[in-house]
């Protein structure tokens, strides 16, 4: 029996106890005080997962069981933990984020009409992740990566009387149902042919299984991970997600929800790693993703739209290092995106807070630097940090990945280029048009002012952690080592060359140029080619096309169901069945009206009958 | 002894349905009779999970051709029984406010006691009558107290499940005297009869089958449902959906697993892609309907085929996982048709496009609506999740391929529950709406949901003690492989 520490009941049972006080306690007596018993939970949790670091820092891991879950005779599914190198990692970060953004959220949806609402889901959105990330077989993964879906479904559509917000959420519940089916499957899969799913006793057997049933496996969990990770082709719900709470948003990209699904990648490296070519389709998938997502970013209006096409094109870049079995450079990426898309995610948000509108686009700001300057360093601090600015978080792991680009070579080094310049462009052109200028187009905010204290402060600590991040990187992959199942190579992290890091910045100072030159030394360029190419712009709007593609699938899906349920069931199949109701009064009524009652009748038949039982007689 | 316990159970609600039909205040011992039965029902757990009656000599005699009164009770038994006991309960505290003549109260009663009979009952005579009494308080239930249709339902409902009866009644005399041919015994005990091979066993077996068929009800004997289910008062909708539909996988279980341990085997292909089909034919009519109880209906249809699944694998997982959904079917379900019931009383509208925003004016029903949907959408956490999932893992085992069609099913469940919660309780309201009418569930009938909900969450998070209270019968039932 393995000793379970405290640290570990905690991470569920806090949550879970402040769902509880928050459910049956406060929302119905003091709604407004609903984020307290929750904050005081993050908190606990925020400690808890840093505990379980250290002793996975010190070499030590924990795989056990905390109940049963599902029985049947001599099998089970249980309910256990999990805490490795792999989970620590990326839950010290999510944590860390998720609790920072839940403050954020206490300041943000203050005197909202649902406050209470929004806090219990918020926070049962913050224990799926944290569940998924040390769950410790693949149903018990597959019960959080549910939740999380569930959880999401009704964030995004909190603001149920917007029609596009209901739209986003159902968009984004049967996007993420339909990648689902390939983690399902590939759970039933494992657990039809070998009853267990615990992540321990499988990588024990990854390389003696069969060679297509890996294959089988390796597919689905990738088509599961690129619903959940917004990659192409199913990225497209992400971008709509926007239509929730900016911290709904902020919790959405950073720590919670899409890392879930490069965290499935993760988990499963020891079977997709097994098979050959899966790695460099991922890669392949990741870089497409990445540049089509960049290439979008820039091409959009909304502030937070920007920010979610820029998270697509960051899932992106992490598929890639990881399909280049740089797994190490991949994780690493992930937990730096966390802090820097938190800190621009929120400080949208606290753009659209000074301007009392859930969003707001490029044509509404303008200028602000002078106006809002926290606000102002913080976004920079997060940009440079995502273009890879020397020194800051995203250099590292940006410079990580594209090591391994460049030891990949070919194809490999162009896209890595490619995303470095497109990134810095998208983000360097947010910046500039929000906080220069303004511009003729630009119509400025009538009162921009300073978040209150609540949202500027922990907006302020995950910019530090946005710069400051990356010099972790070393202890991370330490920490990442020392859990990892020892039958993979381990996703070491080199030390970055310099020819590496001078072409990294190369590509992305060229994209800052590009987006200096067009927003500042052209201010009307942005507005202008919209004007003057409406179908460009158009083409645009709808992702180069794509999205007709999805809405086309789901308009056929109904047509069918139409077919089948009304046409084929109701008009067909169920009327025939109430038709046969009157066949059988006919019939009878036609056998009653040849029973006439008259001896004439009768003796007609009597003939009748007589002679063909004379005629058939005489056959014989 | 053990007997006489059994006895007390199906009697007690025929006796309160007595009491109820010759009282004035019907309602009252309506009440106090169901209360008691489920509670009484909660008592036979002890001697239940214990094998107590097992071992328990049968000392009733034989009435004529070795018809004999056999009753017995295991944890499938008893889990279905409870499932009736405390629906019943539901239904009828559900109707309290209504202004309905004592018989209607009777009839829930009367059918408590056939039910409980039939899951109870060993003698495959008893079974068949207690099977065919079902039918008769549940007619006059839809019949007498339903919708507009409701007496064409009533009469479709009745012949299709008289059809299937005629059937069952036939295979059962051909299935004894073949016993008594082979062996020179007159038995009707379900666990000695054992089937003859053959053509003449096929036959039987599919006699018996088509009966068990059109209760589950397999496509495409399933067109009685809707109309059925639609039709229907709010509790009859409860108890058709929530109990008579599981007295169709109970009879595979229960009668043909044993009786033909080979040939049902040799079948199980053939039953599976049967069960497939109601999974993915119910779902996708399910996405066709604009009135939210034909889709109730209709996703009965498909959640009934994931419960076939599970049990033809005839794999540990897969028996217990069928099992357990026929429970969290029945739960979810039954609070399902409760709220729409609910919804009814206020609107007297049932289309999805009728109502639109009631999670400001109805938070609570918004809430138990929602739980109750995303437990039959599947979510783990929630009851509907292990019983399809260990049903599926069941189909893994025995049809690795197959599974395929069921994760699909799974898949579709969200596309049509999810629209229908969304455009009911969250979407805007039309402008024919009567969302207006509609006001937050009373507290009778909220505690009636938590209770469900209750129970809904309990089994998704910790269905391991269910699980072991379903084993004995089930587990023997797996083939030796």
């Given amino acids: 029996m393995i000793e379970i520490p405290l ?15 928050g459910f049956f306690v406060t929302r119905p007596l003091k709604p407004e005080w609903t984020h307290i018993p929750i904050l005081a939970s993050c908190v606990v949790v925020t400690c808890s997962a840093a505990s379980l670091a250290g002793m996975v820092y010190e070499g030590r891991g924990l795989d056990g069981t905390l109940f049963y879950w599902m029985v049947a005779g001599d099998w089970s599914v249980p309910f256990g933990v999990r805490i490795d190198g792999v989970g620590v990692s990326v839950l010290s970060m999510v944590s860390l984020v998720g609790a920072l953004i839940h403050v954020y959220a206490a300041g943000y949806m203050k005197g909202e009409p649902g406050f209470a609402r929004f806090f219990l889901v918020f926070h049962l959105f913050y224990l799926s992740m944290i569940g998924l990330l040390v769950s410790n077989n693949y149903v018990q993964f597959y019960l959080f990566w549910e939740l999380v879906g569930v959880c999401s479904y009704f964030l995004i559509g909190y603001w149920m009387h917007k029609e596009t917000a209901r739209r986003a959420a159902m968009q984004a519940f049967l996007t993420l149902r339909v990648a689902d089916f390939g983690l399902m499957l590939a759970v039933l899969v494992i657990l039809g042919l070998y009853r267990n799913t615990r992540f321990a006793a499988l990588y024990a057997v990854a390389g003696a299984l069969p060679a297509g049933l890996l294959a089988l496996l390796g597919v689905l969990f990738v088509w599961a991970a690129a619903g959940k990770s917004a990659l192409f082709p199913l990225y497209f719900w992400l971008p709509d997600a926007m239509e929730g709470p900016t911290p709904v948003s902020a919790l959405m990209h950073a720590a919670t929800m899409v890392t879930a699904g490069i965290f499935l990648l993760v988990r499963s490296w020891p079977f997709i790693s097994l098979v050959p070519g899966l790695p460099e389709f991922i890669a392949v998938v990741g870089a497409a993703t990445a540049i089509f997502a960049a290439l979008l970013a820039a091409s959009q209006t909304d502030l937070k739209r920007i920010l979610a096409y820029s998270t697509v094109s960051h899932l992106g870049l992490m598929a890639f290092g990881l399909g280049l079995r740089h797994v190490g450079a991949g994780v690493f990426h992930l937990v730096t995106h966390g802090f820097f898309k938190a800190v621009l995610f929120l400080c949208a948000g606290i753009l659209a807070h000074a301007a009392h509108k859930s969003t707001v686009t490029v044509s509404e700001v303008g200028g602000l630097w002078r106006k809002m300057p ?73 009162h921009p002012h300073e978040a209150p204290p609540v949202m500027a402060v922990p907006v302020a600590f995950l910019a530090l952690g946005a710069i400051g991040v990356g010099w972790l990187g070393h202890g991370l992959m330490r920490m990442l080592l020392s859990g990892w199942p ?135 | 002894m053990s007997q006489d316990l059994l006895t007390l159970f199906w009697v007690m609600p025929a006796v309160g349905g007595l009491c109820a039909l010759l009282g004035r205040q019907a309602r009252w011992p309506a009440l106090a009779f169901s209360a008691a039965t489920a509670l009484y029902g909660l008592i036979l757990l002890g001697p239940a999970s214990s094998g107590a009656w097992h071992s328990a000599p049968v000392s009733s005699p034989s009435w004529a051709f070795g018809i004999r009164y056999l009753l017995d009770c295991d944890g499938l ?174 009879g595979f279980l229960r009668i043909l697993w044993p009786v033909f341990p080979k040939l049902s085997w040799e079948l199980m292909p053939w039953l599976m892609l049967l069960a497939g089909v109601n999974v993915i034919y119910g ?65 007297h509208r049932r289309g999805l496009g009728d109502y639109g925003e009631l999670y400001g004016r109805a938070p609570w029903l918004t809430f138990f609506f929602g739980v109750a949907t995303m437990s039959s959408v599947g979510l783990p956490g929630l009851n509907g999740f292990v019983g399809e999932f260990m049903s599926l893992i069941g189909v893994a085992r025995v049809m690795p391929r197959f599974v395929f069609v069921g994760v699909i099913g799974v898949t579709l469940a969200a596309a049509y529950a999810l629209p229908a919660f969304q455009s009911v309780f969250l979407g805007p309201a039309g402008k024919a709406s009567v969302s207006a009418k509609v006001t937050d569930l009373d507290r009778r009938e909220s505690s009636l949901l938590w209770a469900l909900c209750g129970a809904m969450f309990a089994i998704g998070i910790y269905p391991a003690p269910l699980l072991r209270v379903l084993e004995p019968f089930l587990l023997g039932l797996v083939p030796a492989r």
């Fill in chain 1, 7 to 21: 640290a570990v009941y905690l991470l569920f049972l806090a949550p879970l106890a402040a769902l509880a006080v």
């Fill in chain 1, 374 to 446: 926290l606000t102002f360093v913080c976004f920079t601090a997060a940009a440079l940090s995502l273009a890879g600015f020397p020194f800051t978080a995203g250099f590292y792991s940006k410079d990580a990945i594209l090591d391994a680009a460049f030891a990949h070579g070919g194809w490999a080094v162009a896209a890595g280029l490619a995303i470095a310049a497109g990134s810095a462009f998208y983000i360097f052109r947010m910046l500039f048009l929000t906080f220069f200028g303004s511009r003729a187009d630009q119509q400025t905010m009538e």
């Fill in chain 1, 486 to 620: 020892p039958s993979v190579p381990p996703p070491g992290l080199t030390e970055p060359s310099h020819a590496v890091s001078a072409a990294a910045l190369m590509a992305a100072a060229l994209g800052a140029g590009a987006a200096y030159w067009t927003t500042m030394r052209l201010p009307s360029w942005d507005w202008d080619w919209r004007r003057e190419r409406p179908a460009l712009a158009a083409l645009f709007a709808e992702d180069l096309g794509w999205r007709r593609v999805p809405a086309a699938c789901v308009s056929s899906a109904v047509w069918f169901a139409d077919k089948v349920g009304r046409v084929l069931d109701h008009d067909s199949w169920d009327a025939a069945i109430e038709g046969s109701a009157g066949a059988c009064r006919r019939v009878s009524e036609a056998g009653g009206r040849l029973a006439t009652g008259s001896i004439s009748d009768s003796l007609w038949w009597v003939m009748t009958g007589a002679a063909a039982l004379l005629a058939w007689a005489g056959y014989r």
């Fill in chain 2, 77 to 250: 038994s008893l889990s279905l029984c409870w499932l009736t006991a405390f629906l019943t309960v539901a239904c009828v505290i559900a109707s309290w406010n209504k202004d309905y003549p004592p018989a209607y109260w009777a009839a829930f009663l009367f059918l408590e006691s056939a039910l409980l009979g039939v899951f109870l009952a060993r003698d495959l005579f008893l079974f068949f009558v207690f099977w065919e009494a079902v039918l008769i308080p549940m007619f006059f239930i839809i019949g007498l107290w339903g919708m507009e249709g409701r007496r064409h339902a009533a009469m479709k409902f009745f012949l299709f499940t008289f059809f299937g009866s005629i059937f069952l009644l036939l295979g059962s005399i051909a299935l004894v005297t073949r016993h008594h041919a082979a062996t020179g015994v007159w038995t009707w005990d379900m666990a000695a009869l054992k089937g003859p091979g053959g053509l003449a066993g096929l036959a039987i077996f599919a006699a018996m089958a088509l009966g068990f068929a059109v209760k589950i009800p397999l496509v495409p004997l399933h067109t009685w449902l809707p109309d059925a289910h639609t039709e229907a008062p709010a509790a009859g909708s409860v108890m058709l959906a929530g109990v008579l539909l599981k007295m169709g996988v109970y």
């Fill in chain 2, 283 to 347: 779902a996708l009519c399910a996405m066709a309907q604009k009135d939210l109880k034909r889709l109730i209906a209709y996703s009965s249809v498909a959640h009934l085929g994931f419960c076939l699944m599970g049990v033809l694998s005839r794999t540990p997982e897969g028996l217990l996982g069928g099992s357990l959904q026929l429970l969290n079917h029945g739960i979810t379900t039954g609070a399902l048709f409760l709220m729409v019931g609910f919804l009814y009383e206020r609107g």
